[in-house]
């Protein structure tokens, strides 16, 4: 059985192997599209009626993470907290006080790190309430913009401009990298020049930034590339100790994901996926369809973790064929991938 096992994992590798060496010689060659579902990709999807809270409609969830019991949102540049059950609990941050840009969850410490105007940060409780505010110092004075930040290992990274800063929770600098575009060894290399955001890989716990690219039609191409210097370099994909690889696919312990959405109506964007386990792709301008709550095509998947294994999505209740809560204007979905 085991030996059975291994054949077929060897013989999947060498099938990307395969497809890797030919789309090398062909690196033009643009790819089709290819609608799928959420059942393609989603071992559970769970919804989640959010409740009102009292003060104002929860019309919109960004930034939405899970820690324990509680479930953590931004909405309208304010800070909720909610039940995993979608019960409000509290309101973190004020909006006549601040405007929420980004936050981490420090687990350890049971507290929310809030970044807020250009160089503020403040530190909650998961209560709410306000237990000190600090400045924090750049190299890029006046002009510091925290693009995208994480927890990882009782540390935070974030995308500051083109580099990669690590902190201690208190945001004492120890470490910076320069964010790196992977060369991907086509004609037309650029991948877009979107914000990164930082994410982990599972197989090394090193930091990745990840940027939709704006070449769709490459993206097979490009993520079987980049599967294959993965495998020849687990270090930095060969970018240097002292740089940050920056990639147009975001990784998952088996599926890797792209997904972007154009301002313009005219250009709907795109949602790509690659299954690492079977050498199946999507790519589709609509999105993948919902057969678990059959809300439509969801075009807009977000990460809800660094690793890229939960993402989340969310549907107006009024359009539900099947109302979850008379309570609620807002579900949102929590999706679990498959392993």
């Known amino acids: 059985m085991k030996q059975t096992f291994i054949g077929l994992v060897l013989l999947v590798l ?4 395969g497809q890797v ?8 060659l643009p790819i089709a599209w290819q609608c799928g579902s959420l059942a393609d990709i989603a071992k559970e999807v769970i919804a989640i009626p959010l409740q009102d809270s009292g003060m104002r409609q929860i019309t919109e969830a960004v930034s939405v993470r899970l820690e324990g019991d509680n479930l953590f949102l ?19 941050t004020r909006p006549e006080e601040m405007r929420v840009a980004g936050y981490v969850i420090d687990p ?52 500051e401009g083109q580099k990669l800063i690590e902190y201690d929770t208190a945001f004492h600098r120890l470490d910076a990298r320069t964010i790196q575009p992977l060369p991907l060894a086509r004609t037309d290399e650029p991948i877009g020049f979107l914000p990164p955001i930082v994410a982990i890989d599972s197989s090394t716990e090193q930091p990745y930034a990840y940027a939709p690219s704006l070449q769709p039609y490459h993206l097979l191409r490009d993520t079987l590339f980049i599967w294959q210097k993965r495998q020849q370099s687990l270090s930095a994909f060969g970018v240097g100790e002292d740089n940050c690889p920056l990639l147009p696919v975001r990784m998952g312990r088996r599926f890797w994901i792209a997904s972007y959405q154009f301002f313009s109506e005219s250009e709907r964007g795109y949602t790509f996926c690659y299954d690492t386990f079977s050498g199946h792709y999507w790519l589709s301008k609509v999105g993948l369809e919902d057969d678990f709550y059959c809300t439509g095509k969801v075009c807009a998947l977000e990460a809800m973790d660094s690793y890229g ?13 099947q109302p979850l809560s008379e309570k609620s204007d807002l579900v949102l979905f929590l999706v679990t991938m498959k392993g």
Do not use: W
């Not at 060498?14 to 192997?17: E, F, G, V």
């Open 309 to 321: 294994d939960r993402y989340y999505f969310t549907c107006p209740a009024k359009k539900m064929k």
């Open 74 to 92: 931004i909405s309208e540049e304010t800070l909720y907290r909610f039940t995993r059950k979608g019960k409000f609990v509290c309101v973190i």
């Open 14 to 17: 060498l099938m990307n192997i």
């Open 108 to 159: 350890m410490q049971r507290q929310l790190i809030v970044f807020g105007n250009v160089d503020d940060i403040f530190y909650y409780t998961f209560d709410g309430e306000l237990l000190r505010r600090k400045k924090l110092t750049s190299d890029f004075g006046d002009k510091r913009q925290v693009y995208a930040a994480t927890y990882h290992k009782g540390h935070i990274l974030t995308v």
């Open 21 to 28: 060496c030919k789309l090398l010689r062909e690196n033009e």
